[in-house]
């Protein structure tokens, strides 16, 4: 995972969530992994595959102290839209079936203060699916 091209890292956390899925550790060293390069990478690419990374790993989870780390990316809005939809996206795939309140309040308040130019943007469909797979089943 040192490479110098972020997609074969950013694919690298998303292959480290995906061979983990399932695998219970109590030192959970995938989470570790993930969530610290998810704070401390700065290219958007790399936090992206950290986060479907977590998705894959703790799909069904619902982990509250994965929504400690992720509800803020959600609600950030220096962040761009591809990254806040994408979080989403996480955060419903982890949360799946639970009807969570305070995941489809971070998802609705974030879109509500969107300008309606960035509202048409494609990746603004993942914030439908993660609210969706709130309410799935």
Same mark, same amino acid.
């Given at each position: 995972?040192?490479?110098?091209?972020?997609?074969?890292?950013?694919?690298?956390?998303?292959?480290?969530?995906?061979?983990?899925?399932?695998?219970?550790?109590?030192?959970?060293? %995938?989470?570790?992994?993930?969530? =610290?390069?998810?704070?401390?990478?700065?290219?958007?690419? *790399?936090?992206?595959?950290?986060?479907?990374? *977590? !998705?894959?790993?703790? @799909?069904?989870?619902?982990?509250?102290?994965?929504?400690?780390?992720?509800?803020?990316?959600?609600? =950030? !809005?220096?962040? !761009?839209?591809?990254?806040?939809? %994408?979080? @989403?996206?996480?955060?419903?795939?982890?949360? %799946?079936?639970?009807?969570?309140? =305070? %995941?489809?309040?971070?998802?609705?308040?974030?879109?509500?203060?969107?300008?309606? =130019?960035?509202?048409?943007?494609?990746?603004?469909?993942?914030?439908?699916?993660? *609210?969706? *797979?709130?309410?799935?089943?």
């Amino acid at each position: 995972m040192d490479r110098r091209e972020n997609t074969i890292v950013a694919g690298a956390f998303m292959a480290l969530g995906l061979t983990n899925s399932g695998i219970t550790n109590e030192n959970d060293p %995938v989470q570790a992994i993930l969530i =610290d390069k998810l704070e401390n990478c700065r290219e958007e690419s *790399l936090k992206i595959g950290a986060l479907m990374g *977590l !998705s894959f790993t703790y @799909a069904g989870s619902a982990r509250a102290d994965l929504l400690d780390v992720i509800t803020p990316i959600i609600l =950030d !809005s220096s962040n !761009s839209t591809r990254l806040q939809a %994408v979080a @989403a996206l996480t955060i419903g795939m982890i949360f %799946v079936g639970t009807c969570d309140s =305070d %995941v489809s309040t971070s998802i609705l308040q974030t879109l509500m203060d969107k300008e309606e =130019d960035q509202l048409n943007d494609p990746f603004t469909r993942m914030f439908a699916l993660g *609210l969706g *797979l709130l309410f799935l089943g």
